[in-house]
């Protein structure tokens, strides 16, 4: 009886130690993201994504979300931190780590999509793309609104422009930045506030969002808008290896809950940036400046050739890359 009573033990303590395994195995999957925890993305986009993997899995996976560069500061190091295994999911945008999404980045050119049907001409386009994802999987991609000139001085020409170094996101942003006459700083968002603040830069280059996630409301005092602008890209990325650990059923299930939460990520961008800009018009001593008709021209006149040089370029050296842009254009 005695021995019979251990063994039983044993059994217990071999079946606790393999439910113990299994929720830990559950657990194990993680969402690096250098954001504040505060960002609007928090509950609605990224703590979103995560019940709907532990939903269309049954909670045979589990997603943990680390924010604030929980597991490494750094925004433009975030491509390396999935890549490695840092992090099994990251955020991240694409432009941060230009080199390695070249044709991805075509999108942001003026003209080749729309911020209200971008997100969804992204996904229809898809197929031109997923050779420079290679090394990781691409989960979900969404797209901002489009981006405006936040300064401490108006910007009503394309002369005010003149000698400004402006924040932008990417080296195509910064291409059309430089075509207006000012000088391109490449900076990751959170760190325009200080950068502002102190006169590292003269103006930033990002979408409306930034009053309120990045807090420019309190860094600039003019918004202006009206030219033809750019539109940025975000992606979640999965380490290759860890998504092809899953099984055929849960790879289908993350593939599902990232392009859902691509379109709601979209939508919450494009209604914080509609938030941001009337909360930015409204505030005392701030101004929003819509260009006249007249002023964008100007800052237009050399939109169509910075495109077509970069497209061009870009082709003779990936082709493909043209094709990709038809396709956008085509939705």
């Known amino acids: ?75 433009v190091e975030q ?17 941060y780590t230009a080199s390695n999404f070249p044709k991805t980045l ?11 049907t971008g997100t969804q001409a992204l996904w229809s386009g898809i197929k031109h793309i997923e050779d420079e994802y290679r090394r990781t999987k691409l989960v979900a991609i969404w797209t901002n609104g489009q981006n405006v000139l936040y300064s401490k001085k108006p910007i009503n020409s394309i002369e005010d422009m003149d000698g400004l170094k402006v924040r932008v996101p990417s080296r195509n942003a910064g291409a059309l930045v430089e075509s207006w006459g000012a000088t391109a700083v490449s900076m990751p968002a959170p760190a325009i506030f200080n950068a502002l603040q102190t006169g590292v830069i003269d103006a930033a280059f990002i979408d409306s969002t930034a009053t309120n996630a990045f807090k420019l409301i309190d860094a600039a005092d003019y918004i202006t808008t009206g030219m033809a ?13 860890a998504f092809e650990d899953l099984s055929a059923d ?55 050739d910075v495109v077509q040089n970069i497209v061009s370029a870009l082709e003779a050296d990936k082709p493909g890359a043209q094709a990709f842009v038809d396709a956008l254009r085509a939705n």
Request: cysteine-free.
């Open 229 to 241: 602008s750019s539109i940025s890209p975000f992606v979640i990325l999965m380490n290759r290896d």
């Open 106 to 116: 075509l999108m942001e050119l003026p003209g080749v999509i729309d911020e209200a």
């Open 250 to 304: 849960e790879q289908k299930a993350v593939e599902q809950a990232g392009r859902e939460i691509s379109m709601t990520a979209n939508t919450v961008q494009l209604a914080g940036a509609k938030a941001g800009l009337e909360k930015f018009a409204a505030a005392k001593g701030k101004q929003v400046i819509t260009l006249s008709a007249e002023a964008a021209a100007k800052f237009d006149a050399n939109v169509g």
């Open 1 to 75: 009886m005695k021995h019979t009573r251990n063994f039983k033990r044993i059994l217990g303590g071999v079946a606790l130690a393999a439910i113990a395994a299994t929720t830990t195995m559950a657990s194990d999957l993680r969402l690096a993201n250098f954001l504040s925890p505060n960002h609007p993305y928090e509950q609605p986009v990224f703590k979103a994504f995560a019940s709907r993997v532990a939903e269309l899995t049954n909670n045979s996976l589990s997603v943990e979300v680390f924010s604030g560069g929980e597991l490494g500061a750094g925004p």
């Open 79 to 95: 491509y390396n931190r999935v890549v490695d295994g840092v992090a099994e999911f990251v955020f991240t945008l694409p432009g």
